[in-house]
């Protein structure tokens, strides 16, 4: 009731901000099928999600950082779609994905991905991590080694390789760009699924 009272008032964005049927089903699309408890308790609908901010995310009980980083990409995303909870891709990954595609990949996307590049074995790490689309193309921080760890695959063999040829395709060279410069970056405090 706290976070529908903050949104009051404020300017809405287009599309179905009033109404909050698709805001818990669209939790589990982005992989954090977990806190659809606590937002149906908030009464989370799309106005609120519009103004969402990282201490109304604590408030919430997203404790891990990388939990909330999710949530604010694909609510960055969702405002792009008009609010439109529809906006995620639920088609099948094949070779002709292009990094725009990704974008709108919900956590089922990413997991089709893994197994069509004969990664299978390590969906099981994905649960409830929430990494779809929009996190991987628009958070510097989800690098092909942020993956590698949070998959529990060794980096430096064959299989850390091939991986890290595969995600570098897919999120293509501008992006893969950003991803490296902010690898570098001392300031940046990088991911954890911990943390």
């Known amino acids: 009731l706290i976070l529908a009272l903050k949104s009051a008032g404020k300017e809405d964005a287009p599309g179905h901000l009033h109404c909050d049927t698709w805001v818990l089903p669209w939790l589990s699309e ?8 606590a937002f149906r308790e908030a009464m989370v609908d799309g106005r609120v999600l519009n103004w969402l901010t990282y201490e109304d995310l ?7 950082r990388l939990h909330a980083v999710s949530i ?13 909870g529809q906006y995620l891709n639920r088609s099948r990954i094949d070779n002709t994905t292009r990094p ?35 996190l991987i193309m628009k958070e510097p921080l ?14 430096g063999n ?9 995600f570098n395709g897919l999120v293509g060279p501008h992006t893969l760009l950003e991803k ?7 300031s ?7 943390n």
């Open 30 to 37: 982005i992989g954090l099928p977990q806190y659809v408890p």
């Open 58 to 64: 604590r408030v919430l009980k997203v404790r891990l």
């Open 72 to 84: 604010m990409r694909a609510v960055e995303l969702l405002r792009e779609c008009s609010f439109d």
């Open 100 to 134: 725009a595609d990704v974008m709108f990949w919900s956590h089922q996307n990413v997991k089709q991905w893994l197994s069509s590049n004969d990664f299978a074995e390590y969906t099981p790490a994905l649960k409830e991590s929430g990494i779809h689309g929009a």
């Open 142 to 155: 989800v690098t092909s080694s942020f993956l590698l760890k949070l998959l529990k695959i060794p980096s």
């Open 158 to 166: 064959d299989i850390a390789q091939i991986f890290e040829k595969s």
């Open 180 to 186: 490296r410069l902010a690898e570098t970056d001392k």
């Open 188 to 194: 940046c405090k990088p991911l954890s699924a911990q």
